[in-house]
């Protein structure tokens, strides 16, 4: 846009007039936080509910039930649906959580069997304890990093949910969205510990396909199975049943995005006042670099340039703090079991300092083309 | 040689209702070398002559030629190069950027030309040590007399070497001695560089220092004798070419 050798007069114009130039930068961080903060938020729940073809997962719930604490499967029906063409696996899970409602703090319970834990995690890391003392244990519990991170679970630590006492076996990374925030026990613990039907009734099934192109017709077909039962089901891809029970948060999320717009309306205010101050304060000086020989799209560029500076400037320091509050603080907001992750990634990051570059250029285009039109001799007749 | 051509020189303009015409059919011939000086009363149209040769400005009638080319006709960004590379303007405010020292001051012009880091320093240090301001590179507009300020900006009319040195009151805000140091400054730019030198003045003592002097009166010229030139001591010697 610039040479390089004009870099350092932008950068002392920036300056010029520090106070006002430092109150615009610390009005485009905040905006720019809060900014991000949403953008991290809409991220969240586009992971956790976003499908795909690739998805092979999906989730066997109680029939028009939306909570853990009122869907009920007899667990013999994993025979059945194992039988269902298109299945390669099935595991029963029961469904504890301490907050049906959304929360940003919410404990959730897996249980599953055993033998199952070492399949579902396959694509784990585990970052402390082992699973050896997991399935060694009947009360402990495999815990996710989000969970255990805002919580401060360590293994060995034990604790009370839901009236469910487990002892922390270990502490797990998943590149699963559902994983990071709940804690992993065995299930028949579980169903004797939560009630809510007690041994032989779980919460959902998940299931994963072979063919996952062919999911929708394996769901489908699971629901057939169990039309006519006392307890007929609902089988969906694990995202859009997120979406489903998250309904609330994603309409709250969905609604977000006007704030953040609100965030980039005001930062394109902040920084185009600046850049307008900045350039009234300076048509002599303008008329006198064009009467140097500086060409009207040049000065109209070092103008929009101004801009830019300051919106990175103050975009990179929101979006850092946005970031690093993301980041240690481990948000999730949990409805009826489901966790949607707040996940301030490298995409979000740079999203947040591409926008604050593009409404820094907005910001100076009208003034940058207003100080290019301006005729040289009316300038000096002005003054 | 003549390096200034204006036929029938015209410009006018609108004020509200009233059409303002502060140069009527000018006809002027400029020799390539030549010290101009501009007087006239306010309004007369000296500084509107002065911006029409620089380029700034843009008749509305006859022809306005310099160095063979037709500045009228060029585009607004062809005008930006034709100005930075023929013209050096000196205005009587000196119109430094505050923010800039007096070597990037200096330097300004020189950004718009293909030339590296050290191309641009030594054209810079040239112009300063001519102008006799070197010592002061590293100071800020602020921290410098108005004396010093002119030199600083007359260091930077010189530096990318045009043919044509305009100078708009170049005095008018100089205490005597400041203004003769400047007027003896600019003297020597024209006699020993061979830059052609208008310089628009209400100070007959400054005229007194041009080789010509023209009178305008409502816009339209009136020549008078050209005066004996004062005396230029050559304390520093300037060298042809030295700023190129």
């Given at each position: 846009?610039?040479?390089?050798?004009?870099?350092?007069?932008?950068?002392?114009?920036?300056?010029?007039?520090?106070?006002?130039?430092?109150?615009?930068?610390?009005?485009?961080?905040?905006?720019?936080?809060?900014?991000?903060?949403?953008?991290?938020?809409?991220?969240?729940?586009?992971?956790?509910?976003?499908?795909?073809?690739?998805?092979?997962?999906?989730?066997v719930?109680?029939?028009?039930?939306?909570?853990p604490?009122?869907?009920?499967?007899?667990?013999f029906?994993?025979?059945?649906?194992a039988?269902?063409?298109?299945?390669?696996?099935v595991?029963?899970?029961?469904?504890?959580v301490?907050?049906?409602?959304?929360?940003?703090?919410?404990?959730?319970f897996?249980?599953?069997?055993?033998?199952?834990?070492?399949?579902?995690?396959g694509?784990?890391?585990?970052?402390?304890?082992?699973?050896?003392i997991?399935?060694?244990?009947?009360?402990?519990?495999?815990?996710?990093e989000?969970l255990?991170?805002?919580?401060?679970f360590?293994?060995?630590?034990?604790?009370?949910?839901?009236?469910v006492t487990?002892?922390?076996?270990?502490?797990?990374?998943s590149?699963?969205?559902?994983?990071?925030?709940?804690?992993?026990?065995?299930?028949a613990?579980?169903?004797?510990?939560?009630?809510?039907?007690?041994?032989?009734?779980?919460?959902?099934f998940?299931?994963?396909?072979?063919?996952?192109p062919?999911?929708?017709?394996?769901?489908?077909?699971?629901?057939?199975l169990?039309?006519?039962?006392?307890?007929?089901?609902?089988?969906?891809?694990?995202?859009?049943?997120?979406?489903q029970?998250?309904q609330?948060?994603?309409?709250?999320?969905?609604?977000?995005?006007y704030?953040?717009?609100?965030?980039?309306?005001?930062?394109?205010?902040?920084v185009a006042?600046?850049?307008?101050?900045?350039?009234?304060?300076r048509?002599?000086?303008?008329?006198?670099?064009?009467?140097?020989?500086?060409?009207?799209?040049?000065?109209?560029?070092?103008?929009?340039?101004?801009?830019?500076?300051?919106?990175?400037?103050?975009?990179?320091?929101?979006?850092?703090?946005a970031?690093?509050?993301?980041?240690?603080?481990r948000?999730?907001?949990?409805?009826?079991?489901?966790?949607?992750?707040?996940?301030?990634?490298?995409?979000?990051?740079?999203?947040?300092l591409?926008?604050?570059?593009?409404?820094?250029?907005?910001?100076?285009?009208?003034?940058?083309?207003?100080?290019?039109?301006?005729?040289?001799?009316?300038?000096?007749?002005?003054? | 040689?003549?390096?200034?051509?204006?036929?029938?020189?015209?410009?006018?303009?609108?004020?509200?209702?009233?059409?303002?015409?502060?140069?009527?059919?000018l006809?002027?011939?400029?020799?390539?070398?030549d010290?101009?000086?501009?007087?006239?009363?306010?309004?007369?149209?000296?500084?509107?002559?002065?911006?029409?040769?620089?380029?700034?400005?843009?008749?509305?009638?006859?022809?306005?030629?310099?160095?063979?080319?037709d500045?009228?006709?060029?585009?607004?960004?062809?005008?930006?190069?034709?100005?930075?590379?023929?013209?050096?303007?000196?205005?009587?405010?000196?119109?430094?950027?505050?923010?800039?020292?007096?070597y990037?001051?200096?330097?300004l012009?020189?950004?718009?030309?293909?030339?590296?880091?050290?191309e641009?320093?030594?054209?810079v240090?040239?112009?300063?040590?001519l102008?006799g301001?070197?010592?002061?590179?590293?100071?800020?507009?602020?921290?410098?007399?108005?004396?010093?300020?002119?030199r600083?900006?007359?260091?930077?009319?010189?530096v990318?070497?045009?043919?044509?040195?305009?100078?708009?009151?170049?005095?008018?805000?100089?205490?005597?001695?400041?203004?003769h140091?400047?007027?003896?400054?600019?003297?020597?730019?024209?006699?020993?560089?061979?830059?052609?030198?208008?310089?628009?003045t209400?100070d007959?003592k400054?005229?007194?220092?041009?080789g010509?002097?023209?009178?305008?009166?409502?816009?339209?010229?009136?020549?008078?004798?050209?005066?004996?030139?004062?005396?230029?001591?050559?304390?520093?010697?300037?060298?042809?070419?030295?700023?190129?």
């Amino acid at each position: 846009m610039i040479a390089r050798r004009f870099i350092p007069i932008v950068l002392k114009q920036v300056w010029r007039h520090r106070t006002r130039s430092l109150l615009t930068i610390a009005g485009v961080t905040v905006a720019m936080f809060l900014f991000i903060a949403v953008q991290a938020l809409q991220r969240g729940v586009q992971k956790a509910t976003t499908t795909s073809a690739a998805d092979q997962t999906l989730v066997v719930y109680r029939q028009n039930r939306f909570c853990p604490a009122t869907s009920r499967l007899p667990e013999f029906y994993m025979d059945r649906i194992a039988k269902v063409p298109g299945v390669a696996s099935v595991t029963p899970m029961k469904i504890v959580v301490n907050n049906c409602r959304a929360s940003l703090d919410v404990i959730t319970f897996r249980g599953v069997p055993g033998d199952d834990l070492r399949a579902i995690s396959g694509k784990w890391t585990i970052l402390s304890g082992s699973l050896d003392i997991w399935t060694a244990r009947s009360d402990s519990a495999a815990v996710g990093e989000r969970l255990a991170a805002r919580r401060g679970f360590k293994v060995g630590d034990s604790f009370d949910s839901s009236g469910v006492t487990v002892s922390v076996a270990a502490i797990f990374a998943s590149p699963e969205p559902q994983d990071q925030n709940v804690a992993y026990t065995h299930l028949a613990f579980l169903q004797r510990a939560a009630g809510g039907g007690g041994p032989g009734v779980v919460t959902q099934f998940t299931v994963t396909v072979d063919d996952p192109p062919r999911a929708h017709e394996v769901a489908t077909a699971i629901d057939d199975l169990f039309r006519t039962d006392a307890d007929p089901t609902s089988t969906k891809p694990e995202k859009a049943f997120v979406a489903q029970a998250g309904q609330d948060i994603v309409e709250i999320v969905g609604f977000t995005r006007y704030l953040g717009w609100g965030c980039l309306a005001a930062v394109l205010a902040l920084v185009a006042n600046a850049i307008v101050l900045g350039v009234q304060d300076r048509i002599k000086e303008h008329a006198v670099l064009q009467t140097i020989g500086f060409r009207s799209g040049l000065i109209a560029r070092l103008i929009v340039a101004e801009g830019i500076v300051i919106g990175l400037v103050g975009g990179s320091l929101g979006t850092l703090a946005a970031a690093a509050m993301v980041h240690f603080g481990r948000f999730s907001i949990s409805a009826e079991g489901m966790s949607v992750n707040v996940t301030a990634d490298a995409r979000v990051m740079l999203t947040g300092l591409a926008v604050a570059a593009s409404v820094g250029v907005l910001a100076g285009l009208v003034p940058a083309w207003q100080a290019s039109r301006r005729e040289i001799a009316q300038c000096f007749r002005a003054i | 040689m003549t390096i200034i051509e204006c036929t029938r020189l015209t410009k006018a303009y609108q004020k509200g209702d009233n059409t303002i015409t502060p140069l009527h059919e000018l006809d002027l011939l400029v020799e390539q070398g030549d010290f101009l000086a501009l007087m006239g009363p306010s309004g007369s149209g000296k500084t509107t002559l002065l911006n029409l040769i620089a380029g700034i400005d843009r008749p509305t009638g006859g022809s306005l030629k310099i160095g063979g080319v037709d500045i009228a006709k060029l585009s607004r960004g062809r005008l930006a190069d034709w100005r930075s590379a023929n013209v050096g303007y000196v205005f009587q405010l000196y119109n430094l950027v505050p923010v800039l020292t007096a070597y990037e001051n200096v330097e300004l012009p020189l950004l718009l030309h293909r030339l590296t880091r050290n191309e641009r320093h030594a054209r810079v240090q040239t112009a300063l040590n001519l102008v006799g301001i070197a010592d002061r590179h590293d100071h800020f507009p602020r921290q410098l007399s108005g004396g010093q300020e002119q030199r600083v900006a007359i260091a930077r009319a010189i530096v990318t070497n045009p043919a044509i040195l305009v100078a708009d009151e170049p005095t008018g805000d100089l205490d005597a001695e400041s203004a003769h140091t400047i007027m003896l400054l600019l003297t020597r730019l024209n006699r020993e560089l061979g830059k052609t030198l208008l310089v628009v003045t209400h100070d007959s003592k400054c005229a007194a220092f041009a080789g010509r002097t023209l009178h305008l009166e409502k816009g339209r010229l009136i020549e008078a004798k050209p005066p004996a030139p004062p005396a230029v001591p050559h304390a520093v010697p300037l060298s042809a070419g030295a700023a190129a």
